[in-house]
């Protein structure tokens, strides 16, 4: 697994720049109370986080690579271990505008664990993205599959609906309901509807950068997941 992954990655970052046609990077830093994935509090003990991420756009290739990171903000004698650094290779088709599809690969790294190996301490996640960006609410369906330590399909519907509060400023409402299928639960645990996250951001420009205060709220529907809805809030920043 791991010569797959550094070979597609390396393969298609060769390729496309090769091809040509110019590319750019944008930059992301988020500063969030909790770090809730899929219904799942990652830290726990609502530990802080800050999570910086990368991405290079390979032109009008389709492409694009992200590099996405957590670094816990307290209790890091524990946490220090559960610092992530994950990998995105993504495809977007050349689609109508109305229209979004997207395929892509993402590799998790817990690379800073005690004993470190591969296998182990990475986990490799294919995914399928689709949606509607121009109909109302942009519902947007993925199903993401996991091949090592989630084994399994996880699948997500999501939503928007943006508010006009001045001029200058929106505020985005959002939806995600996640339908778990066997990711990251036990051999025989309850498979079904796992979390519906609820969230507001208002973003807004100050200078060169955009700044995303937001608000999130998770409902966990299954035990297996979390015992314990969640709440977080935070701010994101983007170059």
């Known amino acids: 697994m791991k010569r797959i992954s550094l070979v597609l990655f390396v393969f298609v970052f060769l390729a496309v720049n090769l091809h040509g046609g110019g590319g750019g990077f944008s930059y992301q830093v988020d500063f ?22 990368i991405t290079y756009t390979f032109g009008d290739s389709g492409f694009s690579l992200n590099a996405w990171s957590s670094f816990a903000l307290s209790e890091r004698d524990r946490c220090k271990y559960l610092d992530e650094i994950d990998l995105t290779l993504t495809y977007a088709f050349n689609t109508p505008e109305k229209y979004l599809l997207e395929v892509g690969f ?14 182990d301490m990475t986990t490799q996640e294919f995914f399928v993205k689709a949606g509607l960006p121009k109909v109302l609410f942009s519902p947007t369906l993925v199903a993401y599959y996991d091949i090592n330590q989630g084994d399994g399909l996880y699948l997500q519907l999501s939503g928007v609906h943006t508010v006009a509060l001045d001029k200058k400023i929106n505020l985005d409402l959002s939806a995600k309901l996640g339908y778990n299928a066997g990711w990251c639960i036990p ?16 973003p ?7 700044l995303c205060p937001f608000i999130n709220y998770t409902f ?8 314990n809805d969640e709440f977080w809030f935070g701010v994101s920043v983007i170059f």
């Open 187 to 202: 051999e025989g645990a309850k498979k079904g509807f796992s979390a519906l996250t609820i969230g507001a951001t208002a």
């Open 106 to 119: 993402t590799n998790y790294g817990y690379w800073f664990s005690k004993a470190h190996r591969f296998k």
């Open 204 to 210: 807004f420009k100050a200078g060169k950068i955009t």
């Open 32 to 53: 969030t109370s909790r770090f809730i994935f899929r219904g799942i509090d990652i830290l726990s003990n609502n530990n802080p986080a800050i999570q910086p991420s």
């Open 220 to 227: 966990v529907f299954l035990d297996a997941i979390n015992l």
